[in-house]
């Protein structure tokens, strides 16, 4: 783990072109046509982890799928572990170790349903001998895996989006060595069984080996034009990242570690992939995790969610959303509606038919997401005008308890450096099926060893 940790670490690139606007944000309340009905809640079987990814079959509701990274097996080691339901999420089986490749470890994993013919892309870094990220292929609804498919070189934090027509995109982290170090970019057109390198999204950014720590969220597919594509990501400005490194190495201390600035940026391919332009979307600020969240709605409309902080450690899920394509955003918005709950942070988004945005997070009762004390739920809002002049958002409970009791580390992989608590990980995951219900995955440790949960609104 360590190893990992040194070669994330140096991970340095990407600019800073210009400086957005900051806005403040104000809570706009549900204006009463949003509303979420009560979760189902389900255990899945076996061993957890945190950071697990969810898919539904965008035809059929009955298929879900929620894969977790680090589920840990007799030996020591971890593998990753795929759940599968075909009743809707009522009822799972585990799929212990699908990445059989020697010596089967894993470090991130992801999971996406193609929008036509249902088609399952499951990859897992797989870290050790012959390291690269591992894709496999179901097209029988999980009843079968292909592959796997060797995609790129050694990784960290893949992300997979099925565009159709046997079309599927890889985005990831790539440390130095191999091809350099990058946001690269892939593309399978065989549905998966072969995958090409098209470009690494940051190359024409003149800054590049002077920027740290870009975490990319989800491709984006735009559905209005198949050519079009988005990747947002967060970024330590140049300005900070020289001062970070030597400090994370151990010679300068890290005692003021949670006041990292970030960026987020959005990328923009006119040309499937294969060249990329940038936008500045939030300037240099205080965020209260590397990881972000994005999605697009069925008209197009791009969305931004992330974890802001304050100039105390109290958080707070904001959205920023563009109309056109990523040139201009507006926002700030405020996403979380219940005012004790000053500890926000790990969102998760996703989007359906025009101006439809459901973000799911964690939340406390506290106003220090590193408070040990601080005890965690996992909740979603939702508007049905986000893509309006003022959105409104209904908050409602996924989790039907509390799912963690102590702080919730920003920092990935150093907070493990640093012997803080990483046991919330650095993401949960939202999907929407096509019943138009929200169907989520958390991770949840109140009993000790981590177990994963799945959520379906309506279900209860």
């Known amino acids: 783990m360590l190893e990992r940790l040194e070669r994330y670490l140096a991970l340095c690139t990407l600019t800073l072109v210009a400086a957005c606007q900051n806005q403040s944000a104000t809570p706009h309340p549900s204006a009463g046509n949003v509303g979420v009905a009560p979760f189902l809640n389900v255990a899945l079987p076996g061993p957890g982890s945190a950071s697990p990814g969810i898919a539904v079959d965008p035809n059929d509701a009955r298929y879900v799928y929620v894969v977790s990274p680090h589920t840990p097996v007799e030996n020591g080691d971890s593998v990753p572990t795929l759940w599968q339901s075909q009743d809707g999420g009522r009822s799972f089986t585990a799929l212990r170790d699908f990445d059989a490749m020697p010596p089967g470890s894993s470090d991130d994993t992801d999971v996406i349903v193609a929008p036509d013919d249902g088609s399952v892309f499951v990859v897992n870094s797989n870290q050790n001998a012959g390291a690269s990220n591992h894709v496999f292929t179901s097209i029988d609804h999980g009843g079968v895996y292909d592959g796997p498919a060797w995609a790129g070189a050694p990784s960290f934090r893949p992300w997979l989006a099925a565009a159709g027509d046997g079309v599927v995109y890889l985005a990831y982290i790539n440390p130095p060595g191999g091809a350099g170090p990058g946001l690269w970019f892939m593309r399978s057109t065989d549905n998966g069984e072969s995958f090409l390198p098209l470009s690494n999204v940051l190359a024409a950014d003149p800054e590049g080996a002077r920027r740290c720590f870009n975490v990319p969220a989800r491709p984006l597919p735009d559905p209005r034009d198949a050519q079009t594509l988005y990747l947002a990501y967060a970024a330590v400005p140049v300005a900070d990242c020289a001062g970070l490194l030597p400090r994370i190495a151990g010679s300068g201390g890290l005692d003021d570690i949670d006041d990292i600035a970030f960026e987020i940026w959005l990328a923009r391919s006119n040309d499937g ?88 997070w964690y939340t406390a009762a506290t106003d220090d997401f590193t408070d040990p004390a601080a005890q965690w739920t996992v909740v979603l809002a939702r508007s049905r005008d986000a893509a309006g002049a003022t959105p409104h958002f209904e908050q409602a409970q996924v989790s039907r308890s509390i799912v963690h009791e102590g702080e919730a580390c920003q920092l990935t992989l150093i907070c493990l450096l640093l012997g803080r608590d990483y046991s919330l990980g650095d993401f949960l995951s939202i999907a929407i099926g096509p019943d138009g219900r929200a169907n989520v995955t958390w991770a949840d440790d109140r009993a000790g060893a981590p177990v994963n949960y799945f959520g379906r609104e309506g279900g209860a």
Do not use: C, K
Request: net charge negative; aromatic share 8%.
């Open 273 to 360: 992939g294969a060249s990329w332009s940038l936008v500045p979307v939030v300037p240099p600020e205080r965020n209260g995790h590397f990881f972000i969240a994005d999605a697009i709605d069925a008209a197009g409309t791009i969305y931004i969610v992330y974890s802001h902080a304050d100039a105390g450690n109290e958080t707070h899920i904001l959205m920023r959303r563009s109309a056109d394509g990523g040139r201009t955003w507006q926002g700030p918005f405020a996403v979380d509606q219940v005012a004790g709950n000053r500890a926000n942070v790990l969102p998760a988004a996703a989007a359906a038919e025009a101006g439809r945005l459901d973000v799911a």
